[in-house]
């Protein structure tokens, strides 16, 4: 019973953790290019609504994930526009986005309060998933858990083997020196807030469609601001971003383990689900002693506006 229990806790870590892991690879690669969006909880509830608004509508997941991708990548491309071509203030601006996606999501919303959509059964990979233990949690998920594993190796592949992750990275770094060799910034840029804005927007349709199929205002519950610190957290890599997340998703099902668990703590439920904010806080704090380690691995021209001239 104690290895049923603890076999059913750690692949529901790997579950609370994917739609860090896909909201946490998107602005990653958006900071890589020295833009900061501040609006991933904004951009994952638009995206967990209009996503299970399709899949309502349309019985089908894959067209709540699509159109939450579309979704994702106008509010990021909106984005865009004001601070890389009006050259408004990114935080700001970002900030702005997510209090307009909460409200926007909360609108469209009201609706489908009441309703449901199938849910999503997990897949088991054949002979994989008869290995003891481990093929249980790693090898019977549903397929975005999957795909959210095929994206971090995607990132990381791109960000450190392709040219073009070079690239971007290089216009992370000293945008200027980029354009003075002919790459275009601003184009680049704006491709990396668009794959940003459609992770969260995919990251939302996981909430909504795979991991509670219903909508609740306010469902995502400040995980876009836990993907964000993450990305903090895990000094702009792709590897300590997915440890990061599985470490928060650990930390967000910790409550249910206990309880389940049966163990007495005089310790109100409240505060066992307040731990994930409790852990943004803290490691935000202790990374933020290390400025060193924050200067060396951050992008140079992070938040900086870039303007071309002529």
């Known amino acids: 019973m104690v290895q ?5 806790t750690l692949s529901s870590c790997i579950v609370a953790a994917t739609p860090l892991v896909i909201a946490g690879l998107g602005e990653l690669v958006v900071e890589r290019s020295g833009v900061l969006n501040l609006g991933i909880e ?5 995206g967990a609504v209009v996503g299970f608004a399709f899949a309502h509508d349309t019985r089908s997941v894959w067209t709540g994930v699509a159109m939450a991708m579309v979704a994702g990548t106008l509010l990021a491309l909106a984005f865009g526009v004001a601070t890389l071509t009006l050259l408004a203030d990114q935080a700001a601006t970002g900030l702005a986005l997510t209090i307009f996606g909460l ?12 309703m449901a959509v199938a849910p999503v059964h997990s897949i088991a990979i054949p002979l994989l998933d008869r290995v003891p233990i481990l093929g249980r949690i790693l090898f019977d998920q549903q397929s975005l858990v999957y795909l959210s594993w095929g994206l971090f190796a995607a990132v990381q592949w791109f960000l450190m083997r392709s040219r073009w992750g070079l690239v971007l990275r290089a216009v992370g770094e000293s945008p200027l020196a980029a354009h003075d060799v002919g790459y275009p910034v601003i184009a680049i840029r704006f491709a ?9 927007g995919v990251a939302g349709a996981f909430l909504s469609e795979f991991y509670t199929p219903l909508w609740v205002e306010g469902m995502v519950a400040g995980r876009g601001w836990i993907a964000g610190a993450l990305v903090v957290f895990a000094t702009w890599r792709p590897v300590r971003l997915m440890v990061g997340a599985y470490l928060f998703g650990f930390v967000m099902v910790a409550a249910l383990f206990v309880q389940a668990s049966g163990a007495r703590i005089a310790i109100p439920s ?3 689900n307040s731990l994930p904010y409790w852990a943004t806080i803290l490691v935000l704090v202790l990374i933020s002693r290390d400025k060193q380690t924050i200067r060396l ?14």
């Open 192 to 200: 990396a807030v668009a794959f940003g804005g459609a992770m969260a």
């Open 103 to 114: 409200g926007l999501s909360a609108f469209i919303g009201k609706h489908y309060e009441s």
């Open 270 to 272: 409240q505060w066992l």
């Open 297 to 310: 691995n951050s992008p140079a021209s992070l938040g900086s506006s870039f303007r071309v001239d002529g």
């Open 4 to 8: 049923d229990l603890l076999v059913s």
């Open 42 to 46: 904004g951009m994952m509830a638009v």
